[in-house]
């Protein structure tokens, strides 16, 4: 018992340690990749008036944006201040960074969960009808349906079905401003269902294929021919033998392309103007607010990071082997 204890201390400690290792070197990618790209906040802010400043002028604004240290200061500068937990603020809205990620997170995370269910109601059962007959013509079709879904771009698919929606439906969810699901949840629902099924759409292809070579390899164990020997209903093989068994590199795929969309929906954010965390970083590079697109990548690494943890210890759960090992 105390062996087991301390093997559970040494692992949860691990863990901690591989988490901040993991965020501190997304913040130091991240501070050097932002002041790699050309431009300061001088020049995003003034534009071409920038090149009328006197180098007083330039100076005192280099100061009042923090930029006038030299880059470990301000490196080390911002990891102080989000230690305290002032994430800093953007000098556009006059909001700190705080307030912004927590109106913009959840916004994010509930397009990141409707995409999640639309990517498994597709790529679920479209890989257990693929399975269920492999180098069949339902099984191409099923691939077939897999491979548009990696091929095609999440903006075109977009793009298209904006297009198509607001002339042929005459609805556009861009037209109205963005209502949060307490505002009103409705309306709310209506703006998330598009780029839902985009991002869902793009996602349900790798569950889709993982799913099936998961179900594959569960078909050709010993104890499935057992129950078929058996006579057991060809569903109830499916659901309750094949499919439980294969739920772990399905919900690993799931954990991953779920963190994937807290930062990678980025496109359909700008498409749909929904006003989540993909597009505050956007926003943010495009003014070159530095504490802005820092602080908010950290809080969306953060949060891959969690999912991922979440999503180890649900297959923890799901399969007692895992557990064993």
Request: proline share 5%; net charge positive.
């Amino acid at each position: 018992m105390i062996m087991l204890r301390r093997l559970v201390r040494h692992s949860i400690a691990r863990r901690v340690i591989e988490m901040v290792l993991t965020l501190l070197g997304v913040a130091v990618l991240v501070f050097i990749m932002l002041r790699a790209i050309p431009g300061d906040q001088i020049t995003a802010s003034l534009g071409t008036e920038a090149a009328a400043l006197t180098p007083e002028q330039r100076d005192a604004l280099a100061a009042y944006y923090g930029i006038d240290q030299p880059l470990p200061v301000q490196f080390l500068s911002w990891l102080g201040n989000l230690l305290t937990g002032n994430l800093g603020v953007s000098q556009r809205t006059g909001q700190t960074v705080l307030d912004m990620t927590a109106h913009a997170l959840p916004i994010t995370v509930e397009l990141g969960v409707l995409s999640l269910l639309v990517g498994l109601i597709i790529g679920v059962p479209l890989a257990m009808i693929s399975a269920s007959r492999p180098d069949s013509l339902r099984d191409g079709a099923g691939q077939a349906v897999g491979l548009a879904g990696l091929s095609i771009p999440a903006f075109l698919l977009g793009s298209a079905l904006l297009a198509a929606s607001a002339r042929f439906l005459g609805y556009n969810p861009n037209a109205e401003r963005f209502a949060t699901l307490l505002q009103d949840p409705g309306r709310n629902l209506q703006q998330l269902l598009m780029p839902a099924l985009v991002l869902g759409f793009g996602i349900a292809a790798p569950i889709m294929r993982t799913a099936r070579s998961a179900l594959l390899e569960v078909r050709a164990q010993d104890f499935v021919r057992t129950a078929e020997g058996k006579g057991v209903p060809p569903g109830r093989i499916r659901l309750r033998h094949v499919l439980r068994n294969a739920l772990v590199p399905i919900v690993t795929m799931t954990g991953i392309q779920f963190g994937y969309l807290l930062g990678g929906a980025v496109v359909v954010e700008q498409i749909f103007s929904v006003p989540g965390i993909g597009r505050q970083v956007l926003t943010g590079i495009n003014q070159k607010e530095y504490a802005v697109v820092q602080s908010t990548v950290l809080v969306i690494a953060l949060a891959f990071v969690l999912v991922n943890l979440a999503t180890d210890v649900l297959y923890r759960i799901i399969d007692p082997r895992v557990r064993a090992e």
